[in-house]
């Protein structure tokens, strides 16, 4: 055990020299998590629209006016024919036409029948549809309001309750993830760098001389990293409640748990990928050029995984992102404890024993 | 000019003496590329709803009836229990719930007014407020459905409505792919690239050679350039077979020129790479390097406009998204793929790009000292 | 003769440490001039300032006619160098890497082809020409840096420990090679550890904590502190140094 410290206190000092390296590693994470929880939305708000209004009647200002003061939409642009929308799309700025034919406010009320044509710059496909949506919304609120001067019997009410996040914050979903995403790239790049560099530096051949076991070799190369993501954990997690005003609704304990099973998930796949490079480089490019992709749009913080086709939600579950985001929406957010996220635990802890598993035996192999 | 060509040898040798990388470099982005895009649908569709029904009508039923069918939602659970219904919720097994309350044929009918109660998960914002939408207006049809069964057919054309027809440009069937492939193109580009550069010169620092190079003549300029240039060839075989692949596995084929993506990629990869060596010269150790890089990339990658909308950014945000290289590039793809833009549409992302090459590469050779 | 290497008070400072404190000597052309000194006594730091690459603090010095301070391109047309880390590729070939260096050194294609062919033969390596640098035995390392620092035929070569870490028969050849170098008229500058070597040499300066103590043919200062080898100089000078690793 003494020699075990002794191994684990010759990292300590490799980091703590290395005060550039610390320096990034524990501010890192902070700065991230501040810069994407607030800029990462998945809301579409502030989109720049243009306007056709061939009626300029009193219906017509009064829906343009609903739509400028909702958050959503900023009328940048008033046209003046139908070809100009095609220069307004292609100088890029606008994301959406509103045309009002001529008449529109006599149509409605005469006619009982009106027309409004939505067209969306659908480049952006996400953007579009979403965009149609709010609109059709806000037009459809006009309908209503003119509408009820006449009472109509038969009517059902339906109230509405927004769970967990009243307020709608685009932050509720996406800390999560962000959590996720910067937990695991970190710690499993630390741990694959710092381990092919002693291979490359030819150190790791005089540990391996050692009278130390080889496995007790590596896991001390990996216990002062999983310290500093203590700290990330814990500087996180504070940036969340206090500067993002992500509540942690759960217990602590648990939520401090589950990080720390999931750091070691990425200590573990560090190992891993070790074993398997023979420069920083490839390590490298295998720890965050192949990680960093699927686990932005697999783990399901951007993109729905029940949207997806069979074969990628089955690919899904291997990424250990997916689990952990998983139980910190459960326990920071919803509040709730171990017996709802068990199945997501074990699942995490299984990852572990696999990759850890896997390198020990990959390492003996080399050894051999 | 041939100290350069000594120099290019060189660099590329080294590249293709490490098979590892160079299978990284090749296969992956391939890989991601066939994979990936099928993951990015934001549409919200398939809403797993928990219905807790206590009326068990035939109103009630009918309802259920109207909401399954119409695509939108998939029925997870139904039950006449609260509890059990949030129990779904909280293990994401719902989306939505919806209660009907005991007497809820009856109120419509004699009393003119009944309540449904519609209780969301809203952690994802968005998909809360579009999926109540949904349920909302197909709770305003059904009603629509039962006034029309007990009132007079022409009292319903009395109401003034508004039709609204939408049209999707550029993108008719919102083809999310027609999006996504270009843009994580150029997001596997970017990543190549810079980590390939930042590395490059901090590891002949850590090995020593760096040492012998600045004792001979070679010019620093033409040390960069003898990094950049491999990596600049690189990245373009990445992007055509990026682009093969857009074509043979996605059908996508810009409807502006491949000259003008061609001709933008040039200059912004001069960009990514400059930005990598400039980091390789001020970095001590490969492990900074790629921290710094690693960094940076994240950055660049998340906030440039790919995953979520620039415009619903803070402004703070949006300002850094201005120095962002990924964001220019994106949005040249988007306009050359899908709107077909051509080189005098792009011009300013062409100046504002060249301009950040210049200043990368000039700063990274301003930086890089022969003598200490 | 006009001397290839001036220096005059040369010092260099790394903020309150002086790692070279006001050395002055020359060096003769086709000299082989031996630079000897305990670790740490800034041998390394002093030839780097005559290689152009680190800046001097004070004092002046040129090279091959080039101030230290404003010529460090011109120095380096002119000299060649074997520094104490490897310095050679190790993943790229034997030829690669004599090409590569001749190349950057502006050597024309058929200069090239010509000397790559002498040198692989002169040094036994027509079996290890495609091999991988990585894969030879230290002391054909060693020996190949050697001849590719005089490839492009400087006026000086500038070789830091260069034997270091390799066994007494491949150091002995090492040396035949700079005898060799030196008959074509080059200037060799050595540091060494081992003072075997230092008896092969024409001049040798003992640096002692940043200063040099004694400058001489090595009979002279044998004579000088009465000892019967350099071994026992170097021992007598550096007894009283206060730096060392």
């Known amino acids: 055990m003494k020699q075990f410290f002794s191994f684990v206190k010759k990292e300590f000092y490799h980091i703590w020299r290395d005060k550039r390296t610390m320096f990034i590693l524990l501010g890192m994470p902070v700065v991230q998590i501040v810069i994407f929880g607030f800029a990462l939305t998945n809301e579409v708000k502030n989109s720049q629209i243009a306007i056709l209004d061939n009626a300029k009647d009193e219906a017509s200002s009064t829906i343009i006016t609903q739509l400028d003061a909702s958050k959503y939409f900023e009328i940048r642009q008033n046209l003046h024919s139908y070809p100009e929308i095609e220069k307004a799309f292609e100088a890029g700025k606008i994301k959406m036409a509103i045309v009002f034919p001529q008449n529109f406010s006599e149509d409605l009320h005469h006619l009982n029948k009106a027309q409004i044509q939505l067209v969306a710059d659908a480049s952006d496909p996400n953007v579009a549809n979403i965009l149609t949506n709010y609109a059709t919304a806000i037009i459809g609120d006009y309908q209503r309001r003119i509408n009820t001067n006449n009472v109509l019997p038969y009517t059902i009410d339906t109230e509405t309750r927004m769970l967990y996040n009243p307020q709608l914050k685009g932050a509720y979903n996406f800390v999560p993830g962000v959590m996720a995403m910067v937990l695991l790239l970190v710690c499993t790049m630390m741990t694959a760098i710092t381990i092919v560099k002693e291979k490359e530096m030819g150190t790791m051949e005089i540990m391996l001389v050692s009278p130390m076991k080889p496995i007790m070799v590596i896991i001390a190369k990996a216990v002062p990293y999983l310290l500093l993501s203590i700290i990330n954990i814990a500087s996180i ?9 992500v509540p942690i609704n759960g217990s602590i304990v648990l939520l401090v748990f589950e990080s720390i099973l999931f750091t070691l998930v990425s200590l573990s796949l560090g190992l891993l990928i070790s074993t398997g490079a023979e420069s920083q480089q490839t390590a490298m490019f295998i720890s965050l050029v192949a990680l960093f992709l699927p686990t932005v749009m697999l783990s399901g913080f951007m993109f729905p995984v029940e949207n997806m086709p069979l074969p990628l939600r089955i690919i899904s579950n291997i990424v250990p992102a997916k689990w952990y985001y998983s139980i910190v929406k459960s326990v920071m957010i919803k509040g709730l404890g171990l017996k709802v996220i068990w199945k997501e635990t074990l699942i995490l802890a299984g990852m572990m024993l696999f990759f850890l598993t896997l390198a020990i035996r990959k390492f003996k192999i080399r050894l051999a | 000019m041939r100290t350069l060509k000594f120099l290019l040898q060189k660099e590329f040798r080294q590249i293709f003496r490490d098979p590892s990388i160079l299978r990284v470099i090749f296969i992956m982005p391939v890989i991601q590329l066939m994979i990936l895009p099928w993951a990015a649908d934001y549409e919200i569709k398939n809403i797993k709803l928990s219905v807790v029904d206590h009326d068990h009508s035939e109103y009630s039923r009918k309802l259920i009836n109207k909401i399954t069918a119409s695509g939108y939602f998939e029925l997870a659970d139904y039950s006449n229990s609260y509890k059990q219904a949030l129990h779904k919720v909280e293990h994401d097994e719902a989306d939505l719930m919806l209660e009907i309350p005991t007497s809820f044929e009856k109120d419509v009918v004699k009393e003119n007014k009944a309540k449904l109660f519609m209780a969301l998960n809203a952690i994802n914002g968005v998909k809360a407020n579009l999926g109540g939408a949904y349920l909302r207006t197909i709770i305003q049809d059904y009603n629509q459905e039962i006034r029309l069964e007990w009132l007079q057919m022409p009292r319903m054309n009395i109401e003034p409505t508004i039709q609204i027809t939408s049209s999707n440009w550029y ?37 020593g050679t760096i040492e012998q190079i600045n004792v001979t003549p070679v010019k620093k300029y033409h040390f960069l350039l003898g990094k950049l240039v491999p990596f600049w060839i690189l990245g373009m075989v990445v992007l055509t077979l990026g682009l093969f692949i857009s074509w043979a596995v996605y059908g996508i084929i810009p409807l502006g020129s491949y000259l003008t993506i061609y001709a933008f990629a040039a200059v912004y990869l001069l960009t990514v790479l400059g930005l990598g060596l400039l980091i390789s010269t001020y970095a001590g150790t490969q492990q900074q390097a790629m921290l710094i890089s690693f960094f940076l990339m994240m950055i660049f990658i998340l906030m440039g406009g790919l995953y979520t909308s620039i415009d619903s950014m803070p402004h703070w945000a949006q300002i850094i998204t201005k120095f962002n290289p990924v964001s220019y590039f994106i949005d040249v793809m988007r306009m050359v793929v899908l709107k077909g833009s051509g080189f005098w549409d792009v011009r300013y992302h062409f100046i504002i790009m060249f301009t950040f090459a210049t200043v990368f590469n000039g700063w990274a050779i301003w930086h890089y000292r022969k003598t200490s | 003769m006009q001397a290839v290497i001036k220096a005059d ?41 005559l290689c152009g690459l680190s800046i001097p603090t004070s004092g002046t010095a040129t090279v091959a006619g080039f101030d230290v301070y404003k010529q460090t391109e011109e120095i380096k047309k002119n000299i060649g160098y074997m520094s ?14 004599i090409r590569f260096y001749g190349g950057i050194y502006g050597l024309s294609d058929r200069d090239l082809q010509q000397k790559s062919e002498t040198l692989i033969t002169r040094l036994n390596l027509q079996n290890e020409a495609k091999k991988l640098v990585g894969s030879l035995p230290l002391g054909w390392k060693q020996k190949l840096s050697f001849s590719v620092a005089v490839l492009h035929e400087p006026k000086i070569v500038f070789l830091d420990e260069p034997t270091g870490g390799v066994d007494p028969v491949t150091r002995r050849q090492f040396w035949d090679l700079i005898y060799e170098v030196a008959d074509r008229g080059i200037t060799v500058f050595v540091t060494t550890h081992y003072m075997d070597e230092a008896e092969y040499c024409n001049r040798v300066s003992i ?26 100089v170097f021992y007598e000078l550096a007894r009283g140094a206060k730096r060392s690793e």
Do not use: C, W
């Open chain 3, 84 to 97: 104490q880390k490897f310095s050679l590729y190790e993943d790229l070939t034997v030829l690669e890497n």
């Open chain 2, 171 to 207: 993108n008719p069937l919102l083809n999310y792919k027609y999006f996504m492939v270009p843009g994580i193109l150029v997001i596997l580009l970017t990543m190549i690239g810079s980590n390939l550069a930042a590395i490059n010169i901090v590891k002949e620092k850590e090995i």
């Open chain 1, 237 to 245: 997690l504070l940036l969340s409640v206090y500067v993002l005003e």
């Open chain 3, 9 to 49: 008070k040369l010092s260099k400072h790394f903020g309150h440490f002086t790692a070279v404190n006001e050395i002055s000597f020359e060096v003769a052309p086709g000299e082989i001039f031996g630079f000897l000194g305990a670790n740490g006594a800034g041998k390394t730091t002093a030839m780097r300032m």
């Open chain 3, 207 to 232: 640096m002692v904590d940043g200063s040099i103590e004694a400058l001489d043919t090595p009979p002279k200062l044998k004579q000088q502190f009465s000892a019967n080898s350099m071994d026992e």
